[in-house]
């Protein structure tokens, strides 16, 4: 339960941390650390080099802009939720952070971070996707948007290129009705299945590789999630319906 | 970095979590070490005064940072803080070993919520876990411990 050896860098600008990931081979970014940090401590991931971001400059803000609200990459989540501005703008965002693991996970932890690790059972990137937000991925070549429904291809995999790495994620305002409902097993747990309504737009979390789009009218259509000892797929199929039902009369 | 208001050498292995480093190379046992996955909370230290998990950090991340541990909440010789106090009073600890973890998130938790409500509460040590004492008698530990701190 200890981190494998990496070589470790510390960059001090977003241009220095895009020149380490062009030039280094197996390089994984260090933000928050709360997801990262247990997979090197049960050696599921194993990068030979480490690029720690938490002392580049530039990357620590919320602000408004294109009628929503953008949060850097190394906002961390207690940041977003004790936000103004996303309590004003997206409020759900507001109500999705509270769901995130606990508070002391939070206060380190970054949206962004949480969007590039892509689990399919978390709160954000299902946000972003009902939301129908943006993140922007910069890299030594330039920088672009990808749009949430391009940006998640499967368990934890992202459209991200392995020079690029998130700078911001920008999540539109949220109109009502809005929801995020979900079921654990325990408080702060990943969820067994969730799902976010953003006025018509459905996203469920939990029930398949990456977040997914459903219909209102038939939320369990096509899915097939896997079952496990926490939930078998049939529960999850039963949580999708009874979550939507709630989130429908939001 | 800073622990406990002393100024400590830097770190020299880069794999080092910031949980090992205090244990073994400060000499710090306070701070427990259970899943080191970041489930449990017996870590848990303050960083720039927030609670955050010593066992998903590096040691080397919290250069140029101020830590505290459960040993920098009372010095020795000193009255307990009024955390320690009312976990103390209420009966608020049997084996101990989430004691620090505990201790140092509902430090955390009264600087959020001064007055928390009972949600807030529950909301503030779920994410911690005890395995002896019980819950109840902590939840009354966080209360005296609000009441002890105005």
Redesign the interface.
Known sequence: ????????H?PSTVEEACSLLASLEDAKV?AG??SL??L???RLARPAH?I?I?RVTGLGRIYERDGGVAVQALVRQ?AVEDSDVVARVCPLLTDAIQLV?????R??GTVCGSLAHADPASELPAVLLALSGQVVARSAKGQRTIGAEEFFKGVFETALAPDEMVVEAWFPASAKPYAIYEESRR??DFALAGVVRATDRLALFGVAGTPVLADPRDPAKGLEPSGDLEATREFRLHLVRVLVEKAMAA | MKVNGVERPSPVDPRRLLSDFLRHDLGLTGTHVGCEHGVCGCCTVLLDGAPVRSCLMLAVQAEGHDLTTIEGLARDGSPLHPVQQAFHETHGLQCGFCTPGFVMSVVGLLAQHPNPTPEEIDEGIAGNLCRCTGYASIRRAVSRAAELSK
């Open positions: 339960m200890k981190p494998p050896p990496f070589e470790y510390a260090l650390g709360q940090i247990p090197l401590n049960f480490l720690d938490n207690a693991a606990h508070r002391v996970i206060n380190r408080h702060g």
